[in-house]
């Protein structure tokens, strides 16, 4: 099983960093909610003091994400914090990224009723931007000629049958000729398009934040 520290053992070669806000907080997202790990708090969010950070407690977390769209635990050392929370999950490494075509138009596709990036686990021994362009591949046909800048990284949690995960995934910009794609449907994936810059905007309104910070910095390129 993966760990954050048997991450840490790889990831400093590939450019890769748990990611740390420009006010030092750490993120991790539970579909549209938000746990933030901060040295300051938030007014509009629900806030948890934690001076010692082996007293972070994820079931508890994770009941107040239930009655609230953001909970900061308020703490010293965020790092300290979220490393002990990510001890209590399941470490998930994946990648994926926005592949876009001699025209200036992105692959997106629509799964669980939302518009989303192509994505999917990194395979052992598999570097990060390898596992990019395989997966996009394999969940929408396109043929990835090459793999540009890491855009971003991001934390996302879930439950999977009763198993708590916590995901990293590294986000790349990708090249590809235009071709016809083909949604892997037995993941889920009902469509697959190539976007213009210009429809990003209306296709990402209700998609997931961690998408939005993707696109913030691929179109941040511009």
Request: hydrophobic share 45%; charged share 25%; net charge negative.
């Amino acid at each position: 099983m993966n760990t954050l520290s048997s991450y840490r053992t790889t990831a400093a070669e590939q450019g890769l960093t748990v990611p740390i806000a420009d006010d030092g907080s750490i993120r991790v997202w539970f579909a549209m909610r938000e746990l933030r790990f901060a040295t300051r708090p938030d007014p509009l969010a629900y806030v948890v003091p934690v001076e010692d950070a082996s007293l972070v407690s994820r079931a508890k977390l994770i009941t107040f994400l239930e009655n609230y769209k953001t909970v900061v635990v308020l703490t010293p050392d965020p790092m300290a914090a979220f490393e002990a929370f990510a001890a209590q999950m399941v470490w998930v490494e994946a990648a994926g990224g926005a592949v876009e075509n001699e025209r200036g138009e992105v692959v997106m596709i629509r799964r669980n009723e939302r518009w989303d990036l192509p994505k999917g686990h990194r395979e052992q021994g598999e570097l990060f931007a390898q596992c990019a362009a395989r997966e996009a591949e394999e969940e929408t046909g396109v043929k990835v000629n090459s793999v540009g800048r890491l855009l971003a990284t991001t934390l996302h949690a879930y439950n999977l049958y009763g198993r708590w995960e916590l995901k990293l995934t590294a986000w790349y910009a990708m090249q590809a000729r235009d071709c016809t794609l083909h949604p892997q449907g037995e993941e889920g994936i009902v469509c697959a398009e190539w976007v213009s810059r210009e429809e990003i905007a209306s296709r990402i309104k209700n998609t997931f934040p961690t998408i939005k910070t993707v696109f913030e910095a691929f179109l941040g390129e511009e």
